[in-house]
């Protein structure tokens, strides 16, 4: 093993030229703006690949490389393809038609982790074959999911585990690390992930950190539902410290009035944290409307124990639906009121691009009334406006934050998240710089996540690359109309084939199942 490393470590620092004479470039880049993702400054120079790796950076004219095919790049930004370690698209990837995951290639994603919230799949082995089998437009990754394991043994109940309980949900996560899980998430804001104790979760995440996996988290509170923003974080924090693991908090925000101006204190506890030696990090979506659904954003946890089956009857029961009436209004307070939240998804169409309070003017009903009977018909997807530009980008500065999308049905963060951070805050607004935002949305999540060999622009890295136009790279999708292509993407390169090319998906399925590559201690 030793020697083998050793021959590849000679490889990589032989000669240039010597690499070229032995084995010539399959495609070169030339003459693009590299930003190769370390955060260092752009430099004008030429990506060469071969195989699904990448063989060269530099002038390849000084040193006569050759290529069997060569793409001009002169004007465009070169950059290692991009990471999104949240995005919803297990069904997408299960599915003929949308497995090739085109929403994220037009945004120049090359690889996507999946399974967040808590409801990553129990059976990772079964997923990550399919993936194999069927073929993926992007390279994926994904988590064992908490709420899944936590549903698959205990149902929805709201109680505590017994030890044999616990015990078998032990079991579920050792096999999912086993089988190729990155490690686990959770969405402690959820049922039933919400109702497992701090203490029960801390089990969890010790059996995948015991397997070098990760623990990714949707926090049980990021507005004032339960423990607060900031009580949350220090929940994370706790859990990062007594599991010994590595933590990152999904899509940090300060959602609802009763948290704005908080970023400044979360901020801080992270960076105390980290100063401790505690591992952790977080993703971001750089949209000040969140994406939920009528059940999630106002229905009380505690209502929805037991399941559909229950919640519906507590809805029609006349000594609890008072006592649930009132704590939906206090939600919807949170929420900013029925205007801020538009529907985006669900059963019934007519209700989709109208506000929950245009809706309840319609039915002539209480706003918290007409979200109780989109319930009961089988609810809704929404999009929560109510988050503070400040608070965003308060995060978004933050070196330990990266790019994720949290993309989801409805929302137009699923088709334009990497090119609207590019095109607002790097070119419009200039919060952060090019070399900033490309670490952020590259190798921050591949060391992050520990998928060996990909998140720069390196000799001997895998060949994800991609080239976009720093003049129209922009996101063309609206709440109104989500489900649009971004636009700027030129070449997008997975595992050294071609995906997009002259703004155009070539129809390749080029990805792969990745998992973990656990560094050695």
Known sequence: MKFRCLCRIALLLAPIGAVAQTRPVDLLLRGGQVVDGSGSAPITADVGTAGDRIVFVGDSAKLRIRAARTIDVKGLVVSPGFIDPHAHVLEDLADAARKTNECYLMQGVTTVITGNDGGGPIQSRAMLAKWSQQGIGTNAALYVGQGAVRREVMGMSDAAPTAQQMS????????????????????????????????????????AAAAGGVYDSHLRDEDSYTIGLLGAIREAIRIAREAGIAVNISHIKALGPEVWGQSTQAIQLIRQARSEGLRLTADQYPYTASGSSVTASLVPRW????????????????????????ERGQNLTRRGGPEWLLIISGRDRSLIGKTLGAVALERKEAPVEAALEIV?????????????????????????VMTGSDGSQGHPRKYGTFPRKLRVYVYEKKIITLPFAIHASSALAAQTFHLADRGLLRAGYYADVIAFDPATIADRGTYEHPEVFATGMKYVIVNGRIAVEDGKYTGALAGRPLRPHVPEK
């Open 303 to 326: 209502a929805e124990a037991g399941g559909t089956a229950a919640l519906f009857a507590r809805i029609g029961e006349a000594s609890v639906r008072p006592r649930l009436v009132q």
């Open 168 to 207: 078998q949900m032990h079991a579920l996560v050792q096999k999912a690390m086993e089988d190729g899980a990155l490690g686990m998430s959770t969405g402690l804001y959820y049922a039933p992930g919400s109702y497992a104790r701090t203490e029960e979760v801390i089990e969890l995440a010790k059996v």
């Open 376 to 400: 009961r018909a089988g609810g809704a997807g929404v999009a929560s406006f109510n988050m503070k530009d400040s608070d965003l980008e308060n995060f978004m500065k933050q070196d330990f």
